[in-house]
């Protein structure tokens, strides 16, 4: 008995259409309206200069720990421009970007950074996950919702993101095999951003690319310049098409790069050179597409004044957010509160009442304890 | 009116609500084509399809991971895992997510889901096929769990999981699928979840039990009541979170004596939090310490050695009758 291949040799494409000069492949790029174009370079611009502002309300206590995307911005807002407002879109803990585009406001990004699970809760409509933090396992959710979308007959798409590292979780394999074999709308958005927090890609997996790891569940899987945002763009829409036409699942990988820390807690000079850092600043996304609007004459004079003044007036509403309600703990533990819950909620009130609790001090306006991955912070 | 056994009941509870509700669905290891590794979902395929009853790739952690995706849609999918003992590789998706959802998102979302599981000893089988571990998803805020100990109870307990709004984790003892037929009725019945039933009423010794070991607490009330003139007052938990704690500390505060009955290892096991919880509403009318019988906090000693960690009758005895002579 002979070998035979089962298989014709696996094909992972890349796809390039700006590259880090603004120049353009024109026979590749997409056909984008110029408002939408400034609405997209608008949105890239707000998830940067929120960013940076997150950094400072950070180091000065007024929120917690949180997850930077400066690098990235590209990667996200490229995948999810591509989403209808009846999509879903189920994020893990470094999608800034990609949450202000689908709705969520600055105020509440805030408060959940400030400790607020208020600022988790999607406004009524919006069909949005809120942050997930062990990293993969929002996938599955994905699959899941795509599967009942399907289910009920609805033209629906679920857009799932997740990092470098969540591609070496089981959650990750489970769901892109799932997603396979159910053929549900769900494209997967890897943000390949080079680090773990301290683990290198290499290190992470000993494939060539993470595009490939697609094939084996038997769908397509494609490689982009993730800081290009044209390509991310013109993947996404062909695979939102797809799974809108009823014609499966993909997975794409957007290679980017990480240019801030993975938390507020993170000191990566430990792990990286500044020269590779330097290296991929040369190819920041945000310049690359600011040139590609300039040469169409779409920049508008005042859109960074514009957007930080959002941000400030943001901020100002944020800040006028009173102490959280501590007996408000106990609303939504279940959907109707049992009597073990009442019995707590009436021992905490009576505490807070007449008990030391009275006098606590308030602890609400200190940053939120560790997240995976946290140290304490030097500065 | 029917006589089934468990098995046929829970059926029928999963026959009658998919008839009723088309948002509920079926998945798991085995469900469709094969009905199950212990039929509980027999035929359903036949009658809904495969799209309601599916034949899930071999992962746990995907089944309850896209069992709460399905739920956050507005589903109600009802997730078997095919033996307890292999739920750890989903309890992330149970604990981090499935009980969580509703808080996390503020009431915005929920994950209306039921998972099934098959537990317990004393079917001799291998390890990871006899364990019970309830007390796992018991200790989780946001997550219900629940135990029926017969074929009555288990029908109108599922259909009310099914409804429930909340994860409701449900164990079904594989020595109880086939123990006993019980008349069922055929239209639909539900029990509500966090409620205790007094099985038998007594005056001097509460017997607190769940599951395959309400039969032995049933066994040792008659025993009692022949050869020591005792009357014990048996409590079937059904929930055990949330649980029932007016019903546990109405009973002592009549009988003063409580022995709880459990087929998950001792330590930290859910007759901690029982015995807990009558001390808190009942310390002033306890005549005796609270006693335990559990299974010995040891891993699954493999089922020839099963016999002397499961309780049995005499050891539920022993317990009762130091109760009652303290």
């Known amino acids: ?379 | 009116m029917a006589r089934l056994n468990v098995v046929k009941a829970l059926n029928l509870a999963l026959l009658q609500e998919m008839e009723r509700d088309e948002d509920v669905l079926v998945m798991g290891e085995d469900v469709g084509v094969d009905g199950g590794v212990f039929r509980v979902t027999e035929d359903l395929h036949r009658t809904f399809g495969s799209k309601r009853v599916i034949d899930s790739p071999l992962a746990e952690a995907a089944i309850i991971g896209t069992g709460v995706g399905m739920a956050l849609y507005g589903l109600r999918p009802v997730c078997e895992i095919q033996f307890s003992g292999f739920a750890f590789q989903c309890f992330h998706q149970i604990e981090n997510h499935a009980a969580r959802y509703r808080m996390r998102s503020q009431g915005r979302f929920s994950v209306p889901m039921v998972i099934r599981m098959p537990y317990g000893g004393g079917v001799r089988a291998l390890e990871h096929h006899s364990e019970s571990e309830e007390q796992f998803y018991a200790h989780i805020p946001g997550l219900k769990m629940v135990v029926p100990s017969g074929p009555r109870n288990a029908r109108a307990l599922l259909v009310s999981a099914i409804r429930d709004p909340d994860p409701v984790v449900f164990f079904e003892h594989k020595a109880l699928y086939h123990a006993a037929k019980e008349e069922v009725p055929d239209e639909i019945e539900t029990l509500p979840l966090g409620r205790a039933q007094v099985v038998r009423e007594g005056r001097d010794v509460t017997l607190v039990a769940y599951g395959a070991m309400l039969r032995v607490a049933r066994e040792a009330a008659e025993t009692l009541a022949q050869e020591d003139g005792a009357e014990a007052e048996v409590i079937d938990l059904l929930t055990i979170s949330p649980l029932d704690r007016a019903t546990l500390v109405a009973s002592v505060q009549k009988t003063g004596r409580a022995v709880v009955v459990h087929e998950a290892v001792r330590s930290f096991g859910p007759g901690a939090e029982i015995a807990a919880s009558i001390m808190d509403g009942a310390f002033l009318s306890l005549e005796a310490p609270i006693a335990r019988v559990a299974s010995w906090d040891v891993p699954f000693p493999g089922f020839a050695r099963e016999k002397a960690s499961v309780p049995d009758l005499p050891r539920v005895l022993a317990a009762a009758r130091e109760t009652l002579a303290f």
Not at chain 1, 165 to 188: K, Q, R
Not at chain 1, 349 to 356: H, K, P, S, T
Request: aromatic fraction near 8%.
């Open chain 1, 1 to 379: 008995m002979p070998r035979t291949v089962l298989e014709p040799r696996f094909q992972v494409e890349y796809l390039s259409i700006l590259d880090s000069d603004g120049n353009l492949d024109a026979s590749l790029e997409p056909d984008i309206p110029g408002e939408d174009l400034k609405r997209l370079y608008r949105a890239m611009l707000l998830g940067r200069r929120l960013d940076e502002r997150m950094i400072r309300l950070q180091r000065q206590g007024r929120i917690g720990t949180f997850a930077p995307i400066k690098g990235q911005e590209a990667s996200q807002l490229g995948a999810a421009f591509t989403l209808r407002p009846s999509d879903w879109m189920v994020p893990s803990f470094r999608e800034t970007a990609a949450m202000l585009w689908r709705g969520w406001s600055i105020e509440k990004l805030l408060l959940f950074f400030a400790g607020y699970l208020e600022g988790g809760q999607p406004a009524p409509g919006q069909n949005d996950l809120p942050v997930t933090i062990p990293v993969a396992t929002q996938l599955p959710h994905a699959v899941g919702l795509a599967y009942a979308a399907q289910y009920r007959g609805d033209d629906t798409v679920v857009m799932a993101f997740c990092g470098d590292g969540a591609t070496s979780e089981g959650d990750f394999h489970e769901a892109l095999n799932f997603a396979g074999v159910w053929h549900v709308p769900t494209v997967f958005v890897v943000q390949n951003n080079q680090w773990a927090i301290s683990v290198p890609l290499k290190k992470q997996t000993h494939s060539r690319t993470i595009a490939q790891k697609a094939l084996a569940y038997g769908l397509p899987g494609l490689q982009v310049d993730g800081n290009d945002v044209l390509a991310v763009y013109a993947a996404s829409r062909e695979a939102v098409e797809r799974a809108r036409a009823g014609d499966g699942p993909t997975l794409i990988e957007c290679v980017t790069y990480r240019l801030g820390v993975h938390t507020t807690a993170d000191d990566p000079t430990k792990y990286r050179t500044a020269e590779e850092v330097e290296a991929w600043e040369r190819k920041d996304p945000l310049t690359r597409f600011g040139a590609y609007l300039q040469k169409k004459n779409l920049l508008d004079d005042g859109l960074a004044a514009s957007v930080d003044a959002e941000i400030a007036e943001a901020v100002q509403r944020f800040e006028t957010v009173g102490p959280a309600d501590a007996l408000r703990m106990f609303d939504h533990a279940y959907g109707q509160r049992p009597a073990h819950l009442d019995a707590q909620r009436e021992q905490l009130a009576a505490w807070l009442r007449d008990g030391a609790g009275a006098a606590a001090p308030d602890t609400t306006a200190h940053p939120s304890p560790p997240m995976r991955g946290q140290r304490s912070t030097r500065r």
